[in-house]
């Protein structure tokens, strides 16, 4: 095709400048994949801070009942929704313990140990002792067992709030990293709790992850639950609706990272449309010649559109390779003695292409503007002139 060759001849022949435009895009696309990638990591090391370990659909009792009966039904309705991972159930309630100052508040939990793990990653986070190997075992979390000084195999009684006093032997000591739940919850068997508690066969609780890739859909998934239950006496929470602070932070990043990236594309536009402007008035010359010569205006237009293609094609390129490398770099630089990073690097591929492609499609539309200069050149007057 006559105008990209016409437009590559351009280009090399002034490869300094064009050497320049390449690196002026290539360091813009850079600070876009660089700071939207850093923002994306934190944003993503933040969620799962939050609710990383943690059910980010639950489904409780409504209204006056605190127990669900025939949860077996609704377990089955719910594995129908598209969405969801892992399912477990719990049967939880409110009990103390006695220590030397009287008595402290504790959460009994109550789980199906092998479901709940793959949620809660329990077996995991055991540092001493082993898993419950029957009804009269629990697990204590690290602040809680620094507060009793209790050893593993001592007896602990639990206090319910019927007055009924239950011994358990302490199985083991857990660390699920929240300071909260290390310090109340006190986990054993599903029926055991039930049994403690008098639910029967009933459960306090449904306790379900999302998929990774749809952690932000999670309120979509619990509305689609609520419909395929359809079931007055429960009520489906979702971590959205009770992280709203934490969605308002993620929702401030992602705005300051759009501006930056507009910012930067807008840079990007005005940069190039301004240097092949010039473009078109240093080879006013040969144009003059090549429409004396038959090239069409259409054709002399798109000489620009592909130099604008062509230099946003190379410096994109460029700049991602650059972005990433400046995001390793920085990983380096700021991660612990012991390798600890600052903030994980999470490579999303879609924003990078999705980068690419919008740097590519500036590029190429900044060089519309100096293409419509173009049109105007008349090769007589072009050629007279000299």
Do not use: C, H
Request: proline fraction near 2%; glycine fraction near 10%.
């Amino acid at each position: 095709m006559l105008p990209l060759k016409i437009a590559t001849r351009f280009l090399k022949s002034g490869k300094g400048q064009t050497a320049l435009i390449v690196f002026g895009i290539a360091i813009a696309v850079s600070v876009q994949i660089f700071v939207g990638l850093l923002i994306i990591g934190l944003q993503i090391s933040l969620v799962n801070s939050t609710i990383g370990n943690q059910p980010q659909i639950t489904i409780r009792p409504a209204g006056d009942t605190n127990t669900i009966k025939n949860w077996e039904i609704i377990v089955n309705q719910v594995r129908g929704v598209d969405g969801l991972d892992k399912i477990s159930v719990t049967a939880a309630g409110n009990a103390s313990v006695p220590n030397d100052n009287g008595i402290l508040p504790i959460l009994v939990q109550g789980f199906d140990f092998e479901s709940a793990d793959r949620i809660y990653g329990i077996s995991e986070s055991i540092y001493q002792g082993e898993q419950i190997q029957s009804l009269k075992q629990v697990l204590i979390g690290r602040s809680l067992e620094e507060e009793l000084e209790v050893e593993i195999g001592d007896k602990l009684p639990i206090l319910t709030p019927d007055g009924g006093v239950n011994l358990f032997e302490v199985a083991g000591f857990y660390d699920l990293g929240i300071e909260s739940i290390n310090r109340s919850w006190v986990i054993t068997n599903l029926v055991a709790a039930q049994r403690l508690f008098g639910y029967r066969d009933r459960i306090t609780g449904i306790i379900m992850t999302v998929d990774q890739d749809r952690l932000f859909d999670a309120d979509k998934i619990a509305a689609r639950i609520e419909e395929a239950v359809d079931n007055e006496d429960i009520e489906v929470t979702n971590w959205k609706d009770q992280n709203e602070e934490l969605l308002s932070g993620l929702e401030g990043q992602s705005i300051s990272s759009g501006v930056i990236q507009g910012v930067v594309l807008a840079s990007v536009v005005v940069a190039i449309s301004s240097v092949l402007s010039i473009t078109v008035l240093q080879k006013s010359r040969q144009l003059g010649i090549l429409k004396a010569m038959g090239i069409t205006d259409r054709d002399a237009s798109l000489i620009f559109v592909f130099q604008g293609l062509l230099i946003g094609l190379i410096g994109a390129t460029v700049g991602i390779a650059l972005g990433l490398g400046l995001l390793y770099a920085f990983n380096t630089f700021t991660s612990s003695a012991e390798g600890t990073a600052l903030i994980e690097i999470y490579i999303d591929y879609n924003f990078i292409i999705r980068s690419w492609v919008i740097a590519i499609s500036s590029s190429t539309l900044a060089g519309l503007i100096p293409a419509r200069r173009s049109l105007k050149l008349n090769p007589v007057d072009v050629i007279r002139e000299g």
